[in-house]
């Protein structure tokens, strides 16, 4: 709403424009204000549509400049600075809370089926006279075997102070949980319910047998970092290099045994490699 003001000249009539205030700072006029906030209510949404699902970092810092912009554009330049230094500590905040985004790679259904290979001689079969107890699953990594009680979610490796993987297997299949770090603790790439799911910055791809008994995922490099294998409808094979903070990287062979691990049967317990 606008002001009328009498001048003390002779007979000047002029309109003030009211301009708004918060915590004692001047913004400007109500209509510039309120296009400040279309604009960035636009922007945040666009960024929220089309930039969020793939770089919560860049749909931040993008949403932070648009703000910063606006800012620079309406307040007084000290003002304007101590507030975008403050927008972009939020964005920061903001990004640090929900973490970097991830996108999905494999489809949900039908990952890995299982094949018609024996199950190998193993640990858990040599202890159990020959023959696996009825209904449970079976987790092979190197020399290691693994039980897995039906129908809830076995941890089947840990890496240092990372679980690294969970395996579910029941009537309708196996359900795999893994996530993979680089020997500094960051993520290089996360498996959520079968879904290969990247890291921001990270870049892998993963290639499956003509039959979708066996999965390979690859780093940047082209090296191998996990190889997931359905055997049968009881038994899963898993290899790959596995690694942690302040842990070196440990492979884990098909077959080998792992290097400081003796073989053994773990019944429902993760191999734990410190």
């Not at 996530?179 to 892998?204: K, M, S, W």
């Not at 359905?230 to 899963?236: D, S």
Request: aromatic residues 6%.
């Amino acid at each position: 709403m606008d002001q009328l003001v009498v001048n003390s000249g002779p007979g000047t009539l002029y309109r003030r424009r009211r301009s708004v205030r918060l915590f004692g700072i001047r913004l400007g006029r109500r209509r510039d204000v309120l296009l400040t906030g279309v604009t960035i209510l636009t922007s945040a949404f666009i960024n929220y549509i089309f930039l969020w699902p793939t770089s919560h970092f860049w749909a931040l810092m993008l949403l932070a400049v648009a703000i910063s912009g606006d800012l620079l554009t309406d307040l007084k330049r000290r003002t304007a600075l101590i507030a975008a230094a403050a927008v972009f500590a939020a964005a920061g905040a903001v990004y640090a809370w929900v973490g970097p985004a991830v996108r999905t790679d494999l489809r949900p259904h039908a990952w890995l089926l299982p094949g018609h290979d024996a199950t190998p001689p193993n640990a858990c079969a040599t202890a159990h006279g020959g023959h696996l107890p009825a209904g449970s699953g079976l987790a092979l990594l190197g020399t290691t075997a693994i039980l897995l009680p039906p129908g809830q979610a076995t941890p089947i490796l840990t890496i240092g102070a990372c679980q690294t993987a969970t395996l579910t297997q029941d009537s309708t299949g196996i359900l795999l949980n893994a996530t993979v770090h680089d020997e500094y603790g960051t993520p290089i790439f996360r498996i959520i319910n079968n879904q290969l799911r990247l890291v921001d910055g990270r870049a892998a791809y993963a290639e499956r047998s003509v039959d979708h008994t066996t999965a390979t995922i690859y780093g940047e490099n082209g090296n191998a970092l996990l190889g997931v294998s359905r055997l049968n409808a009881q038994t899963t094979r898993i290899s790959g290099v596995f690694a942690c903070k302040s842990h070196d990287p440990v492979q884990v062979r098909d077959a080998v045994p792992t290097p400081g691990v003796p073989t053994s049967c773990l019944d429902a317990k993760p191999l734990q490699i410190q």
